[in-house]
């Protein structure tokens, strides 16, 4: 069993930056304590990955020569654990030294430590997904925004900074909607430092039409909110979920990177596929 806590690990203290190869700097912090506290004590009623994009990836070829690429990761929601971000940033920087054979061992290296962290005490471990994008490959990366009615058009009075669900209501007495909607107005913070993480969210669902102007103060209302990301898209789909009973949802979240890593959790309440990992101007 996985019993780490946010507070053991290097968040919020001096950290050596080592520049050798070494996978024991990843830290695994269990989730169910923090789906405890949304009502979650068995199988989520959700499905879902958390897509990370790392910028900071550099390592030597054999020959001493730096090398550099873009870094995708997609881990399951399923994953008893999530890593915590700081660990993985010191992780990432142990390849700074140290010599490789070419870019697949270092994709097989990263996809076997990742896999062993997040699915640690796991009955039936399995595999993150790892793509590494080399320098002739950076000019094809797009930038868009995500797509959907943007709630910020809206001119609302916003006065709760903690999340309050008691904003999200539904009129279940109208016929069922599909609607697709955006906010920029997501930022919350980190669990252990205090440090302020910006994010967009697009919200998509079928059912009675959701309160538009409570749904964007009930976004704003994460904005004094210690939480991490994968935490606060879970907070937001549960409560859409019990509160609003759509029949279908789909929350998604892209984050600013912070120390050259984004994290991008996306919860849904049906099967289907992931999104591509397209980062927004802000990102």
Not at 180 to 199: E, F, H, I, R
Request: glycine fraction near 6%; aromatic fraction near 8%; hydrophobic fraction near 35%.
């Amino acid at each position: 069993m996985n019993d780490n806590t946010p507070e053991q690990s290097q968040l919020g203290k001096a950290s050596a930056y080592v520049d050798q190869y070494d996978a024991s700097l990843l830290f695994p912090i269990p989730r169910a304590g923090k789906r405890a506290e949304i009502g979650i004590t068995a199988a989520p009623p959700f499905f879902g990955a958390d897509l990370w994009t790392a910028f900071e990836l550099s390592w030597l070829n054999q020959r001493g020569k730096p090398q550099v690429a873009l870094l995708h990761i997609t881990i399951p929601c399923e994953t008893p654990n999530i890593v915590e971000s700081k660990s993985f940033k010191l992780y990432l920087n142990s390849f700074n030294n140290t010599r490789f054979a070419d870019p697949s061992e270092v994709q097989a290296r990263i996809r076997a430590d990742v896999s062993e962290a997040v699915w640690r005490g796991a009955e039936h471990p399995a595999t993150v997904g790892v793509k590494l994008l080399l320098p002739e490959m950076f000019d094809q990366e797009p930038v868009h925004e995500l797509d959907g009615l943007s709630l910020d058009r809206l001119d609302v009075e916003c006065t709760h900074y903690q999340p309050a669900p008691e904003l999200l209501h539904a009129v279940h007495d109208e016929p069922p909607v599909t609607e697709v909607l955006t906010s920029n107005l997501l930022k919350s913070n980190c669990l252990v430092t205090g440090q302020p993480d910006w994010g967009s969210v697009q919200i998509r669902y079928t059912g009675a039409p959701i309160d538009q102007e409570g749904l964007l103060q009930y976004l704003v209302s994460f904005r004094n909110h210690n939480e991490f990301h994968e935490q606060c898209v879970e907070r937001i789909f549960m409560d859409l979920w019990t509160r609003c009973k759509p029949l279908k949802l789909t929350v998604y979240a892209r984050y600013t990177r912070r120390g050259g890593l984004d994290i991008n959790p996306l919860r849904t309440s049906h099967p289907q596929a992931l999104p591509g990992n397209v980062r927004t101007a802000r990102q």
